[in-house]
């Protein structure tokens, strides 16, 4: 059953804490990307990787860092530098970076 | 930048058609989507036209896109209960690399 997975659901974090968010799809998709939801807004893109080993800022990088070093996993790690970290994230994945991206369940994370 | 605006709210009756807007601003648009996304979840892909057709009709679902004046519409014929949810249409910029560009997001309340 193909698809992209995340993990935790929910993460809830202290102030201060850097946290890591898992993002894994099985669809052999080369692309790869995050988003950050807030209430009453669009998505907005954090970070996109078109293959392994390479990626590139989005439009609200800061505070964020992430790594590809395998085809299916693309982890968002959530630092301490982030000001305003709570929010709903979320992965998806697309075959090019102009084909149709596929969705994870999200996460929310929040912060204490 | 590229741009791609929406309605925020949109309430119907349950078996009355749905009309969802979408303006967006770069012509060299190739594909344009529909996602839903119901509530504490994902989003899921319900449909997409290319920039070369006017119209895709796919069951209850209808889209309509007027190039001249950027103009993107879902139409949901027989609206029911389980169609509320928030709706974004995205863009695919070629100026943007072809990464999706989102609007804000049109939620959709369907009354009984």
């Known amino acids: 059953d193909g698809g992209i997975t995340q993990s935790p659901k929910y993460l809830f974090r202290k102030e201060g804490q850097n946290v890591t968010l898992s993002c894994e799809q099985n669809l052999n998709h080369d692309a790869m990307y995050w988003y950050r939801q807030d209430p009453g807004q669009g998505l907005r893109l954090i970070y996109y990787?078109?293959?392994?080993?390479?990626?590139q800022k989005g439009d609200i990088a800061e505070g964020y860092s992430v790594s590809r070093e395998k085809k299916e996993s693309f982890p968002l790690t959530v630092t301490s530098a982030q000001k305003n970290p709570t929010a709903f994230y979320l992965c998806?994945?697309?075959?090019?970076?102009?084909?149709?991206?596929?969705f994870g369940p999200g996460t929310r994370l929040t912060v204490l | 930048g590229e741009d791609v605006e929406q309605s925020l709210f949109l309430s119907v009756r349950e078996g009355d058609s749905s009309v969802i807007n979408c303006t967006y601003t770069?012509?060299?648009?190739?594909?344009l989507y529909w996602y839903k996304q119901e509530p504490g979840a994902g989003l899921q892909l319900l449909t997409y036209?290319?920039?070369?057709?006017d119209m895709k009709q796919d069951q209850r679902l209808t889209v309509l896109l007027n190039k001249k004046d950027k103009h993107l519409s879902l139409r949901i014929a027989d609206t029911q209960t389980g169609d509320s949810a928030i709706y974004f249409c995205a863009d695919t910029p070629l100026s943007n690399t072809g990464k999706l560009i989102f609007g804000q997001g049109t939620t959709l309340q369907v009354k009984p």
């Open positions: 036209i290319f920039s070369n057709m």
């Open positions: 990787s078109q293959i392994v080993n390479d990626f």
């Open positions: 998806a994945s697309s075959m090019g970076q102009s084909d149709e991206q596929f």
């Open positions: 770069d012509s060299s648009s190739t594909y």
